[in-house]
């Protein structure tokens, strides 16, 4: 029997999706017919984790770790990633607070879960990522968007963020550095922040996951500013970091209070994350990070290669991004909307990019484009998508 529509729970309407992830079965589908296709879609690094975090897993498996373990998490990385984050972000963490999970969209679903219902808010950047307002539409809470602005540099304007918070505020998304935009916000921005989110009872969910993927300055947290600690959900991994999409292997450092009720979900939905990537987690924790440092300064030189090429192609401009793997050009003076252009891009010039209102109504006039890919094949790209600028300008 086929199941009707009218049996789907009507949730699942309000349920989106990582359009990351349909552009990329598209560029797929036309790599089959044997088109060739660059892929700049994808926020996944091109680099293999490193060796010794390979063998620490393997090692692992070898030793037995093949079976259930807690669900917040084996007590040694829950240890870990407690002096990790209290080294890097300095405060003090105790491995109490700290959930290991299988990526870091779990950390995402059950903090908004735990906390956000129907006549809730959720603050949320915009654009940024997309899962943040799917989440906060499932469990029925209203999405505030909160602008992020090219003008800025691609960050909000405190005094928006005031502007926005209500009785009703339950929470407040962070990202930095950001994906799409690249953006970061610096210790200066943060104090900002928090003045306006002191007299207010809100939390914040503040996603670092790419924390370490930095061109200049220092990662700073809001979770550090006087008053933020019992309120902030700090959300990061080792996806970006240590080139470990598929190892599926995220954290979140929760308030105290928090934990049980997280528990509980992660219980109720994954029972554990895989004991044999924990392991292979601690291990990139606290062993070498020179790998980590030069997928980082490769990274650097291919931002500088695609910003100045993407700034030499007429109707496109570029900010350089601080931080993650992504440009988000200003594409608008090519005169069509981002989907129609990503689009076009795809299926007439061969790169894949995605749309900047995927990320929400505020990218419109932009794409995204993630540099995760040879410094040959982002030449090709920039070449391809310079033709096509330079047909819509005939």
């Known amino acids: 029997m086929q199941v009707a529509d009218r ?12 359009s990351a992830f349909d552009v990329l079965a598209r560029a797929r589908a036309l790599e089959a017919q044997g088109r060739d296709i660059i892929h700049l879609e994808i926020g996944e690094p091109d680099f293999d984790t490193p060796a010794n975090i390979v063998e620490a897993g393997a090692e692992a498996l070898r030793r037995g770790f093949t079976h259930y373990g807690p669900a917040l998490g084996l007590p040694d990385l829950r240890e870990a990633v407690a002096e990790y984050v209290s080294r890097t972000r300095g405060i003090e963490v105790d491995r109490a607070q700290v959930c ?14 735990a906390l956000c219902q129907e006549g809730d808010e959720i603050i949320c950047p915009n654009p940024s990522y997309p899962i943040y307002e799917s989440m906060a539409n499932f ?22 963020l005031r502007a926005r918070l ?8 962070l990202n930095s550095p950001a994906n799409p935009t690249g953006g970061f916000l610096d210790k200066i921005d943060f104090e ?13 969910l503040s996603d670092e996951i790419y924390s370490r993927m930095l061109y200049g300055g220092e990662h700073y947290s809001i979770i550090a500013e006087p008053g933020m600690r019992d309120r902030t959900i700090l959300l990061d991994g080792f996806s970006k970091t240590y080139a470990m999409t598929g190892w599926r292997l995220g954290y979140g450092v929760f308030p105290r209070d928090l934990i049980p009720h997280i528990d ?11 004991s044999f990537t924990q392991v292979a987690g601690m291990e990139a924790l606290r062993g070498p990070q020179d790998a980590v440092d030069a997928m980082v300064a490769e990274f650097k030189q291919r931002r500088d290669l695609i910003v100045a090429g993407l700034n030499a192609i007429p109707g496109v401009s570029c900010r350089v991004p601080h931080g993650a793997f992504y440009v988000f050009p200003n594409v608008s ?3 069509l909307k981002s989907k129609a252009l990503a689009d076009r891009l795809l299926d007439e010039g061969g790169v894949a ?26 030449r090709k790209a920039l070449d391809r998508i310079g033709a096509l600028a330079r047909q819509l300008a005939a």
Not at 7 to 18: F, N, S, V
Not at 100 to 113: E, L
């Open 7 to 18: 049996m789907i729970a009507d949730r699942m309407g309000r349920l989106g999706t990582e």
């Open 100 to 113: 290991v999970s299988p990526g870091g969209k779990p950390i995402m679903f059950w903090a908004i879960t």
């Open 139 to 160: 469990v029925g809470a209203t999405v505030v968007p909160l602008p992020i602005l090219e003008e800025r540099d691609f960050r909000f304007d405190p005094a928006d």
């Open 166 to 173: 209500t009785p009703r505020t339950k929470l407040v998304v």
């Open 192 to 204: 900002a922040i928090a003045d306006v989110l002191r007299d207010h009872h809100c939390l914040i």
């Open 264 to 274: 509980r979900l992660a219980v109720n939905s994954v029972s554990c994350t895989a």
């Open 333 to 335: 003076n090519l005169g």
């Open 353 to 378: 990019v995605l749309p900047g209102t995927a990320f929400g109504a505020h990218g419109e006039g932009y794409i995204r484009l993630s540099y995760a890919n040879s410094q040959e094949n982002i």
